[in-house]
């Protein structure tokens, strides 16, 4: 079995951690940076591009790269907000008014699992590389406030990336075990998490190793992207004003108004004022047009005031439902880079009489915690306790459209709820089973996460027959619904998926997709890897030629530089033919002839330093010159092509005989 890891998917960034040696911490990338933007893209060649390499074509080529999927996963078209759809990407619904990504390099449209599979993906070869060991598990953190549809998604693009989720773990739960790890104390915490796409609310208590969530809220549409957005649509209303141009309209421009907001947005938090300077944005009928403007603390406060307002409601919520107060609360946990803005840290302290702590990094703090979760799976962590709760109520249709709640929000999980209904007609044969989630009286106002129908029930007037409908539900969170009808013992249940963008078949379909061309995509890394080593080392032989020569002269070792050269030569032949098969060998002549002539080169060296030890050098390499094979073979009148087999012949014959056929 391999490694369990803990994965923050994040909408802006993503991160691994893992339990080493009983503590956890963050595993950098390939890149050597300790977070992992959320971003995939294709290049112009169709390559898939991951992280920072996404990112960085994010304006130039922002049609075919793709962020902020975290909004996306798990949701119906209906379900999306304005802002949310405000990307420079296209984004439509299919005929299951499910949503995808439309891809114009790769001419497909995607599911956006399988694009979050692949940041996934990013992350476990990265840490595999790390380990040099196989991952084949994680524990992978979500927003508390995710329904049932959005995790059973995640659970998804975990599959695809092919790795199996041990556990779905709640972000600011995954928080509170980070900060709680090493604390043997009684305290009650709340965990405040801003993310760039999701906000969340915890209330915890926390008493030797028990982990216990008392009540859980938020709001999966609110993050720092919404605050960037308010200085995206500031720039361009102002923009327009002045010259009647929509940047927005404008994918390119949008794009770099984004990027503009969240730069000022992150300077703002230490800094009153900022300047945005964007050249070139637009083209208006007398030239290029330029945004050169500044943006103080107290005009984006005003900017952001309703998005505070949409902050403070939920933790009144989740107050409301644990049954504390604000003077309950012992400590004050921040998990995203989003509660840096000095507004948000104002308006916990003035919901929260206390400082908040500082002893965590918001950006890393879920990723430990998945960590520490993942060692208690594993069995490495012995003494710790996790119990969560449910984040929404569930419940089914009923007579007139209502819903009926079965399991109520912030119930303890794993649990198991049941319920006896009837038909709601005479003869009735069989019965819908509709599940929602939500908390609004009416079903259609909730979420639809299925429906299933339990048939062969014995004719019988209304309200006599007998129906028990069970909820179970998971520690990850997710759902299993069951009838059985008591008269005939007849049983129908079903693991709800239904939200899911993808059904059964096509992750099937994708998985094999991925596995076909996991091997073809392998190749075609090694074979870029090694054209790329073979020219990195034909350029520091060329470098270490010319240092030679400018530093020493021309003749300085001059049989080992005719080794390299003669190398090099070799290496860029099969480099221009494609010959990757004869690469390998002439690389590895190539570094050999370098290593002699460094050795040669570090001798003339110590010979400087040492006069008399030089005189010998010298010497003895003018006769390895004289007597070497290369020596004599650059003689023509020396040349014979023979000589190498008769001095074969003449090393494996017996001397003695030698000497009899001379003299005979």
Not at 54 to 62: D, I
Request: proline share 4%; aromatic share 6%; with cysteine.
């Amino acid at each position: 079995m391999g490694r369990i890891v803990g994965i923050d998917l994040g909408t802006t960034n993503s991160v691994i951690g893992v339990l080493e040696a009983g503590r956890p911490f963050v595993i950098a990338n390939a890149e050597g940076s300790r977070t992992t933007p959320s971003v995939i893209g294709y290049s112009k060649d169709s390559e898939l591009l991951v992280g920072q390499q996404a990112r960085r074509q994010l304006v130039l080529n922002p049609k075919n790269t793709f962020s902020n999927l975290k909004r996306f996963i798990g949701r119906t078209w209906n379900e999306l907000n304005e802002n949310s759809l405000n990307v420079a990407y296209t984004v439509r619904a299919n005929e299951q008014e499910c949503v995808r990504v439309t891809c114009p390099i790769t001419e497909r449209e995607y599911a956006p699992e399988e694009l979050t599979g692949s940041i996934i993906r990013k992350l476990i070869d990265d840490a595999e590389k790390y380990l040099e060991e196989s991952i084949d598990s994680a524990v992978v953190t979500v927003p508390a406030y995710f329904n049932d549809s959005q995790r059973q998604a995640t659970r998804d693009a975990a599959l695809l990336a092919g790795i199996k989720v041990e556990r779905i773990l709640n972000e600011p739960t995954a928080a509170a075990l980070a900060y709680g790890f090493d604390k043997s104390s009684s305290s009650r915490v709340l965990v405040f998490d801003l993310g760039g796409g999701t906000f969340d609310i915890s209330l915890l208590r926390i008493s030797n190793g028990v982990f216990d969530v008392k009540a859980t809220s938020g709001d999966t549409q609110l993050g720092g992207n919404d605050f960037d957005q308010k200085i995206v649509e500031w720039l361009a209303d102002d923009f327009y004003k002045q010259y009647e141009i929509d940047l927005r309209r404008d994918r390119q421009s949008l794009q770099r108004l984004s990027e503009a907001a969240e730069k000022a947005k992150q300077e703002l938090s230490g800094l009153n004022i900022t300047p945005i300077s964007l050249p070139f944005i637009a083209t208006g009928s007398n030239g290029p047009l330029h945004i050169e403007t500044k943006l103080d603390r107290k005009k984006f406060e005003f900017l952001c005031r309703d998005l505070i307002d949409r902050l403070s409601k939920p933790v009144e919520i989740a107050l409301s439902d644990s049954g504390w107060t604000a003077e309950d609360i012992n400590d004050v946990v921040l998990v995203g880079g989003s509660t840096r803005m000095p507004m948000v840290q104002q308006l916990i302290r003035t919901i929260v009489p206390i400082t908040p702590s500082q002893t965590v990094n918001p950006d890393e703090v879920v990723a430990v915690g998945a960590a520490v979760q993942a060692g208690i799976i594993s069995g490495e962590l012995r003494d710790l306790l996790l119990n969560d709760v449910t984040p929404l109520s569930l419940g089914l249709e009923t007579v007139g459209g209502l819903m009926k709640v079965l399991i109520p929000r912030n119930t303890p999980i794993p649990v198991r709820q049941a319920d006896v209904f009837s038909t709601s007609e005479a003869n009735q044969s069989s019965v819908e089973i509709n599940v929602w989630q939500g908390e609004r009286q009416l079903a259609n106002d909730n979420k639809s996460l299925g429906k299933f129908r339990l048939s062969g029930i014995p004719p019988a007037p209304r309200g006599v027959p007998q129906v028990q409908v069970a909820f179970d539900i998971d520690a990850n969170g997710l759902l299993q619904v069951s009838a059985t009808d008591r008269t005939t013992g007849r049983k129908q249940s079903v693991s709800i998926n239904g939200g899911s963008n993808l059904n059964e078949n096509e992750v099937s379909k994708l998985i094999n997709e991925a596995r076909e061309k996991a091997d073809l995509d392998r190749k075609k890394r090694a074979s870029i890897d090694q054209r790329n080593n073979a020219l990195t080392l034909v350029a520091q032989a060329e470098r270490r030629l010319r240092d030679i020569s400018l530093e020493f002269g021309p003749y300085a070792a001059e049989r080992q530089q005719r080794s390299v050269e003669v190398a090099l030569r070799d290496v860029q032949e099969f480099l221009d033919n494609n010959d990757l098969a004869e690469l390998d060998l002439a690389v590895s002549s190539l570094q050999e002839a370098l290593f002699g002539l460094n050795r040669r080169i570090s001798a003339g060296r110590r010979s400087e330093s040492n006069p008399i030890q030089g005189i010998k050098n010298t010497f003895g390499s003018l006769k390895d010159e004289l007597f070497s094979d290369d020596y004599w073979d650059d003689d023509p009148w020396d040349y014979n092509p023979n000589q190498e087999r008769r001095d074969r012949d003449y090393q494996s014959r017996d001397l003695d005989r030698w000497d009899n056929d001379f003299y005979n």
